[in-house]
């Protein structure tokens, strides 16, 4: 989506290895989301962040670790890649307000741990 | 945690009208419904979102009875086009992210 890129768009890498992903958006918005997403289990939220160093874990954080050190920047790293990580990792960002808040996902990282 | 509850997968034909409900029995005062709509490959699109009635937008319509504990996504008129994974979630605005539970999501598919 227009806003928000993510690079690699694909990675293949081998277990043991560290990985880092990147978020980039020219939003302007404060929260940032990384998603992975898994046959028979939809969307589970990795991290977020609220801010610049700001960040918090979500339910399936294990193995993962995030940094922001700028607004427009939110990085993810798998500190020593297996294969359970194999899987399309998304981010998300939003602008919540009271009268509502709503996603805007990036197009996905495709990532295979081998 | 709002949790929702959705049908697996819907089959329907084009040119008919197709409505997806999702259940949310424990949904708080400040929740906003939202639905999202994704391809293959691709992440989520923002569809609609509402807070009570309904709401109707050039894609589709939204439904939320007075109770608020359920909500129908209603397309009109679908195409094969709309085959897509569809997902509801019930929320509210700076609460933490980790209560927004995007679950499995609703496979809906169209028939020529």
């Known amino acids: 989506d227009a806003g928000i890129t993510q690079s690699p768009r694909h990675k293949v890498t081998e277990t043991g290895t560290p990985v880092t992903l990147r978020c980039h958006q020219t939003?302007?918005?404060?929260?940032m989301y990384w998603y992975r997403q898994d046959p028979g289990h939809g969307l589970r939220l990795i991290h977020y962040?609220?801010?610049?160093?700001?960040?918090d874990k979500g339910e399936v954080s294990d193995g993962y670790s995030v940094s922001r050190s700028k607004t427009e920047d939110f990085l993810l790293t798998l500190e020593s890649a297996t294969s359970s990580q194999t899987s399309v990792y998304f981010c998300?960002?939003?602008?919540?307000?009271?009268?509502?808040?709503?996603?805007?996902f990036g197009s996905g990282t495709r990532l295979t741990v081998v | 945690l709002a949790k929702t509850t959705q049908p697996i997968s819907m089959d329907s034909y084009e040119g008919q009208e197709v409505n997806i409900t999702c259940s949310h029995n424990n949904i708080a005062t400040n929740d906003y419904i939202t639905w999202y709509q994704q391809f293959p490959s691709q992440g989520p699109r923002f569809i609609i979102q509402g807070y009570k009635t309904k709401v109707t937008n050039e894609v589709a319509s939204l439904f939320i009875p007075a109770d608020r504990k359920s909500s129908t996504l209603s397309l009109p008129r679908v195409s094969l086009s709309d085959t897509a994974v569809y997902y509801c979630l019930v929320g509210a605005p700076y609460s933490s992210a980790s209560k927004i539970i995007f679950g499995s999501g609703t496979r809906l598919s169209i028939r020529p």
């Open positions: 998300a960002i939003s602008d919540p307000s009271w009268g509502g808040e709503t996603y805007t």
């Open positions: 962040s609220y801010g610049v160093k700001d960040t």
């Open positions: 939003e302007n918005h404060r929260y």
